[in-house]
């Protein structure tokens, strides 16, 4: 399980630009939520598990973002791989 610290992301980009840095997404990675279905589907090894800390700032300053990661990340589970974990913390 790997750690991402979320509480820094302002507004999508800067989140998105977190999870490319955090997750190793190629560079041409399209900043946006197609983009990262693309990536975490199919461009990069995902981990099994991924603990995001600060979510509740997230939560608080980018709700769409937090909204639309988790249900990705809820959707990549169901559909690619059962044992994957998200915490939000």
Same mark, same amino acid.
């Given at each position: 399980m790997i750690t991402i610290?979320?509480?820094t992301a302002t507004d999508e980009r800067e989140l998105h630009a977190l999870l490319k840095r955090e997750l190793g997404f190629p560079a041409?990675?399209?900043?946006n939520?197609? /983009?990262f279905w693309d990536a975490v589907?199919?461009?990069v090894e995902i981990p099994e598990g991924i603990r995001f800390t600060g979510w509740?700032?997230? /939560?608080?300053?980018?709700?769409?973002g937090a909204d639309m990661l988790r249900r990705s990340l809820d959707d990549y589970r169901?559909?690619?791989c059962a044992g994957f974990i998200s915490e939000y913390a």
């Amino acid at each position: 399980m790997i750690t991402i610290d979320v509480r820094t992301a302002t507004d999508e980009r800067e989140l998105h630009a977190l999870l490319k840095r955090e997750l190793g997404f190629p560079a041409f990675y399209g900043m946006n939520w197609d /983009a990262f279905w693309d990536a975490v589907t199919g461009l990069v090894e995902i981990p099994e598990g991924i603990r995001f800390t600060g979510w509740e700032h997230l /939560a608080e300053r980018v709700p769409r973002g937090a909204d639309m990661l988790r249900r990705s990340l809820d959707d990549y589970r169901d559909q690619y791989c059962a044992g994957f974990i998200s915490e939000y913390a």
